[in-house]
C-alpha cells in the first residue's frame, strides 16, 4: 500500500507532558506496591519504553502481544493473541499499557484472558482514548488524550505496519 503523507496531531512535546502526568498519578498510586506493567504489541511498545523510564518504580514488565487490526483502519472485531503472556501474575498488581482504547475489545478480552490467572488487581493505562467508537465498556484508570474518530499513526501505532517509528501522532492525508 502506498505511503501517504502523515500530519502532525499530537506533538511529540504534548506526548511528553503527557507521560510525565501519568508517571505522576501512577506513582502516587503504586508507590507502596509497584505493578507488573503489561504491555500490549506492538502498538503500546513506545509508550511503555518513555513511561517506564519517568516511573521511578522498581516495576515488572511483561508483554502479551494480540492483532485485532488485520492491514486495515478498522477494527476485525476478532482478538487473536499472537503471542502469550509467559510471566507469573497471580497476586501481581497489574496495569495494562495500551497505545490506543478504541471498540475496547482488545482491553475487554485481557480482563477475561487474566482473569484465570488471579492477579491481585488490573488496572488500565492508555495513551490514547477514543470513546466514540466504543462497542465494550472498558474502565480507564490512567488516561493521556481523548481524541476524536480520526485514524491515527506514530509512536508505535500503525497501518499496515507502517508509520509506527514516528515520534509524534499524526493522521494520514489523503
Ligand atoms: C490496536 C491497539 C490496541 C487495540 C485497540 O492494536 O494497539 O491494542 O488495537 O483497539 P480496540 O479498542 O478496538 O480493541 P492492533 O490490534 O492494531 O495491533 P498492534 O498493537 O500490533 O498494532
Redesign the pocket.
Known sequence: MAWRTPKVFITRNQIYDAVQRLAEEIRRDYWTAPPLLLS?????FMFLADLVRVLDLPVEIAFV?????GGGTV?SGQIEVVQDLSEDIHDKAVLVI??????????GFLHAYLAPRAPASVRVCTLLDKPQRRQVPVTIDYCGFTIPDVFVVGYG??WNEQYRHLPDICVLEP
Open positions: 500490549t504489541l506492538k502498538g503500546s502481544r494480540l492483532s485485532s487490526y477494527s495500551e497505545d490506543i482504547i478504541d471498540s475496547g475489545r482488545t482491553v501505532l500503525d
